[in-house]
């Protein structure tokens, strides 16, 4: 009959006769994120209120370094980058010129530029809304985000990271600039260590690999070599140096002294059809 020679359709379980290549499931059907949102805004807030409340630090220092309570609002207003402000106030506290100063604080911050990159890729935000989601763009908001399981918790995680440490910091940042002088010599406090040690934290589990942590300790060896004989500033820019570096000698060493080369230096090649000897 009829009816019988007809085939099956696909019903998608083993064995099952399908026209054409498998198709893949849809991104809707699957199952919901293993991390609910609580769990993200509760990590977010954490890292946000414990970061955010070192913007203390920063007013003091900034203050105490002879910048003025507007100036040093501005700078956590518009600059928001906790290690690069640090290192502005940081070289024009020990003396170190201007420029310099901003040019130290400005490569320190060229970080961020490389956060955003992989940020942009995974937040996919509106076209609207990425110059003002750039500027949350920083360590804290890409170590909360990147771990995200999904795009929605990868937004949520971002959102409430970047909110709660924008607030607390320029909110902190105010109440130190006010509080410099009643605190005497700020310097003795040692406050000023308080944004790099948060930096480092952050930094210290994403060196996973061999070369990040030579490259990372490098970095630490020629700031610290260079910072008795340089001028305030230049030792954080000479440090980035590390990379390259390391990268070149790392690619020595997986090519070996003599890999695909003859005695002269030159790549030996054989003929079409030769033989080994």
Not at 83 to 91: D, I
Not at 117 to 140: C, N, T
């Amino acid at each position: 009959m009829a009816e019988q020679t007809a085939l099956p359709e696909s019903t998608g379980s083993p064995g099952a006769m399908t026209d054409g290549p498998p198709v893949p499931p849809d991104p809707a059907s699957e199952a919901r994120p293993d991390k609910p949102d609580a769990a993200v805004v509760r990590d977010a807030l954490g890292v946000g209120i414990a970061v955010g409340l070192s913007g203390f630090a920063f007013g003091v220092t900034s203050a105490g370094s002879g910048l003025s309570l507007l100036q040093t609002c501005v700078l956590s207003l518009l600059v928001f980058t906790g290690a690069s402000q640090f290192a502005l106030v940081g070289a024009l506290a020990a003396g170190g010129n201007p420029y310099t100063a901003a040019a130290g604080a400005f490569f320190l911050g060229v970080r961020n530029a490389f956060y955003g990159l992989r940020l942009s890729q995974l937040l996919a935000l509106p076209r609207a809304v990425r110059p003002f989601a750039a500027h949350w763009v920083i360590d804290e908001t890409t170590a909360v985000t990147l771990p995200q399981p999904t795009r929605r918790a990868a937004r949520i995680g971002f959102t409430v990271t970047g909110l709660t440490l924008y607030v607390l910091w320029n909110l902190t940042t105010l109440v130190g600039a006010l509080g410099a002088e009643a605190l005497g010599d700020t310097d003795a406090w040692g406050l000023d260590a308080a944004s790099p040690a948060v930096f480092l934290a952050l930094l210290a589990p994403m060196l996973t690999s061999t070369t990040e942590r030579v490259t990372a300790g490098l970095a630490v060896v020629l700031a610290l070599t260079l910072l008795p004989v340089l001028p305030a500033g230049v030792p954080v820019l000479l440090s980035a140096l590390a990379a390259p570096v390391v990268l070149f000698l790392m690619g020595r060493t997986k090519k070996g002294p003599g890999d695909g080369k003859g005695s002269n230096g030159t790549v030996t090649r054989r003929k079409k059809g030769e033989r080994h000897s």
